[in-house]
């Protein structure tokens, strides 16, 4: 019998949703990468590997990213 490989969480669909959704969110604030990581104290990379999904975001970063775009967390 084949196992099946879970496919991990930062990869699926609803996870790369989420990287789309934080990008046109961004972009809807009128915000460059390198503008939202000044106001987050970090670098531009930072903010584009979030985005491109090199980099799995915790609830706190994602509550941070959401503050600086204006959009509700929920």
Known sequence: MKRRHKEKS????????LLE???QA??????KQEEVAE???TY????SKCES???RLDVVE????????GVNLA
Do not use: I, M, N, W
């Open 10 to 17: 930062q990869h699926t669909r609803a996870y790369r949703q």
């Open 21 to 23: 959704a934080l990008r």
């Open 26 to 31: 961004r972009e809807r604030a009128g915000l």
């Open 39 to 41: 106001k987050l104290g």
């Open 44 to 47: 531009a990379s930072f903010v």
């Open 53 to 55: 999904g090199e980099r």
């Open 62 to 69: 994602l509550a941070d990213l959401c503050r600086v775009y």
